[in-house]
């Protein structure tokens, strides 16, 4: 019974910590990403046909976003697998000529697979990307109780809002907002 008591208190103190601080931002440790040239012909080739985004360009989180990404900057490109196949995946805010979009560049065997993630901000990214690595804790919104992300999940930063995680469901990505932490 005591061993039952304390691995409940363990448990119940470390969601509570977990519910009140916020996560860092993901990628505080990650090296700056940059896109390679077949990331960004893929993103030229599904985008292309659609006028706004003809001369895309990587967004430029804007000042109040990038305020709240502290010592991780405002990342507006991010590298993480995704989609759980051991291949490295990208995530990139796409400045077009009247909005921005969120986009998933994920590779395959023979080539890349660009997937349409969110809407991201009219003028300037509204916030900025991190990548949650695979086994990192959250509190699941539907349920209630700790989970872990499968994959490198990606993740959308806004300052005082809670983190917005799109998860690969196969076909595309699932948006969900986490409210277990008070966002940057």
Not at 49 to 59: C, P, S
Not at 104 to 117: E, G, I, K, P, T
Not at 139 to 150: C, G, K
Request: aromatic residues 6%.
């Amino acid at each position: 019974m005591r061993h039952t008591l304390c691995a409940c208190a363990v448990v119940t103190l470390w969601s509570t910590l977990a519910a009140q601080a916020p996560v860092p931002p993901a990628g505080t440790d990650a090296p700056k990403v940059e896109l390679s040239k077949e990331v960004r012909k893929a993103i030229d080739d599904k985008l292309d046909k659609i006028d706004d985004f003809k001369d895309w360009k990587v967004g430029v989180v804007g000042a109040q976003a990038a305020s709240c990404g502290k010592d991780a900057g405002a990342p507006a490109v991010v590298a993480g697998d995704l989609n759980g196949d051991e291949r490295p995946d990208h995530a990139v805010l796409v400045q077009g000529t009247s909005k921005v979009q969120l986009v998933a560049v994920l590779q395959r065997v023979d080539d890349s697979m660009v997937v349409d993630v969110d809407a991201a901000g009219a003028t300037a990214p509204d916030g900025f990307l991190g990548i949650e690595k695979q086994g990192t804790r959250f509190i699941n919104p539907d349920s209630h109780l700790e989970d872990v992300f499968a994959n490198d999940t990606l993740v959308v930063y806004r300052c005082g809002q809670p983190r917005t995680a799109y998860f690969w469901t196969g076909l595309n990505f699932k948006k969900v907002v986490l409210a277990d932490d008070a966002g940057v």
